[in-house]
């Protein structure tokens, strides 16, 4: 399972809000529903958000094996 609970601590530590990513980076409202939700993201995606974000992928998302 992925989980992007690692994007919210990126944030806090970077001191980005989401109001910050929509606004000022254009990220969508549907994107970040889609996080907070774990749904699946496109690579293009997570590169944009790594980009922004200037972290690596696993400070986005957490694998997990499904039980």
Do not use: A, W
Not at 26 to 38: E, V
Not at 55 to 63: H, P, R, S, T
Request: overall charge positive; glycine content about 2%.
């Amino acid at each position: 399972m992925i989980s992007y609970e690692p994007f919210y601590k990126t944030l806090k530590q970077k001191n980005i809000s989401t109001y910050k990513l929509i606004n000022d980076y254009g990220i969508s409202r549907s994107l970040l529903d889609r996080l907070k939700h774990n749904k699946p993201i496109s690579t293009v995606t997570l590169n944009d958000l790594c980009n922004i974000l200037k972290c690596k992928v696993e400070d986005i998302l957490l694998f997990t094996e499904d039980n």
